[in-house]
């Protein structure tokens, strides 16, 4: 199963045997013979990388290693040094006298 996990993370050419119609049309004088019948040609398709897979897989197979975030890249929480409390008491702070509001313009597509 690795190797094959290990090969679908390639994007990788295969070899694919695809139907068509082939129509033939004798004419002969005022008949028309009209034949159908199926063949096969071979056809190079690229296939792509599944990444998406291979993420599920690792993870649930070896949980310990893949699931969630690597020890040394965790971010640790830091006490509370008032920024946050600056910047919510800046995001309150109203326009000062001096600057006119513009009004409110109504709309003429609103429900009445």
Same mark, same amino acid.
């Given at each position: +199963?690795?190797?094959?996990?290990?090969?679908?993370?390639?994007?990788?050419?295969?070899?694919? &045997?695809?139907?068509?119609?082939?129509?033939t049309? %004798?004419?002969?004088? %005022?008949?028309?013979? =009209? @034949? @159908?019948?199926? $063949?096969?040609?071979?056809?190079?398709?690229?296939? /792509?990388?599944?990444?998406?897979?291979?993420?599920?897989?690792? &993870?649930?197979?070896? #949980?310990? %290693?893949?699931?969630?975030? /690597? =020890?040394?890249?965790?971010? $640790?929480?830091?006490? *509370?040094?008032?920024?946050? *409390?600056?910047?919510?008491?800046?995001? *309150?702070?109203?326009? #000062?006298d001096?600057?006119? +509001?513009? #009004? =409110?313009? $109504?709309?003429?597509?609103?429900?009445?």
């Amino acid at each position: +199963m690795e190797n094959e996990l290990f090969e679908s993370c390639k994007t990788r050419t295969v070899t694919v &045997k695809k139907p068509f119609k082939l129509k033939t049309v %004798k004419v002969d004088g %005022k008949k028309r013979l =009209e @034949e @159908e019948r199926i $063949e096969y040609a071979e056809e190079q398709v690229v296939v /792509p990388a599944n990444v998406t897979a291979q993420i599920f897989w690792l &993870k649930n197979r070896r #949980p310990d %290693k893949w699931a969630g975030v /690597p =020890e040394g890249t965790r971010v $640790e929480e830091h006490d *509370d040094d008032g920024l946050l *409390d600056a910047l919510n008491a800046a995001a *309150d702070l109203s326009p #000062p006298d001096d600057v006119e +509001m513009l #009004p =409110e313009e $109504e709309d003429d597509n609103a429900e009445k």
